[in-house]
């Protein structure tokens, strides 16, 4: 399946003795660090250096001779590994840890969160993605794709942190009303995303324009339960990943979210549309859910 877009990535030494990168300090040595090398996971560089020049990685190995580190880190006994992207996530959702337990998903989302989200302020959804920054950040993940709202305050903790991301405003129901903060469609621009079991046709196809229009990918929740599935057998006789294929939902690189009630022509579509599935085991377990297909997936 296709990955999400990321740029180059930091580096962590674990498990817990990370650096602060001083933004005056332009040259940056590690050495001694076990290094598990970047789009190579079978290779692994015993012993060497990571030499880092105004924030980017300039050597992997040896460090190179005319290299005159500003600050030397001995990573002796720590291995150094590419960093984590997580491919799904609501991030101010921090807040709402713990708030919901022992629930089926459906009264989880309507006694639980949702109720408890119709509350958030612009600032409640600044500080709880801040939380999940710190929290991302300290395990290594360097990039996230978040679905939620008030997403300018999403955006605003990605600058401070340093972080990657990419962002969708999540867009609920069938007229792109304000579920919560302004948005809408022409307000949000490329804040584009979708909920494919309260959405309607006319709203899936207006989100799947625009992101043609825009050149950007949608984010969407995609066959979460079984009762998603039938419902849309039963209203438009086909799967939720053909349905959402059909209306144009796939045509730019887009993440399908949990997919975990697929069959095999579901895949076929997916790994056709090149579309990143996004895993989320946490959730699944959590909510006692199925699990994704990953091992078919990844044929
Ligand atoms: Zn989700």
Known sequence: ????????????????????YNEFMSKLLILHAD?????????????????????KIVALGETPP????????????????PGFFNAHAHAAMTLLRG???????????????????????EEDVYWGTALAACEMLRGGTVAFADH???MTQVARVVQESGMKALLAWCVFGSDFASEMGPTTLELTGDFVAEFQNI?????????ANLARKLGVGCHIHVSESPAQ????????????????????????????????????????????????????????LKLAMKTTRLVDLLR
């Open 99 to 121: 708030s919901a337990e022992d629930l089926p998903l459906d009264r989880w989302f309507n006694e639980g969160i949702w109720r408890t989200e119709s509350a958030l302020t």
């Open 199 to 207: 959405s309607t046709e006319a709203a899936l196809r207006r989100a």
């Open 1 to 20: 399946m296709g990955g999400v877009p990321c740029g180059r990535s930091p580096f962590f030494i674990a498990p817990r003795h990370s650096f602060c």
């Open 148 to 150: 939620y709202f008030w």
């Open 35 to 55: 290094i598990l090398v970047p789009h190579e996971p079978s290779r692994v560089l015993r012993d060497a250096a990571i030499a880092i020049e105004n924030k």
């Open 229 to 284: 599935v039938e419902n849309a057998y039963k209203q438009f006789g086909k799967s939720p990943v053909a349905y959402l294929d059909d209306l144009g939902v796939f045509e730019n690189p887009s993440i399908a979210a949990h997919a975990i009630y697929l069959d095999d022509a579901d895949i076929e579509i997916l790994r056709a549309r090149n579309v990143t599935v996004a895993a989320c085991p946490k959730t699944h």
């Open 66 to 81: 005319d290299f005159h580190a500003d600050e030397i880190i001995d990573a002796r006994h720590h291995v150094a590994l």
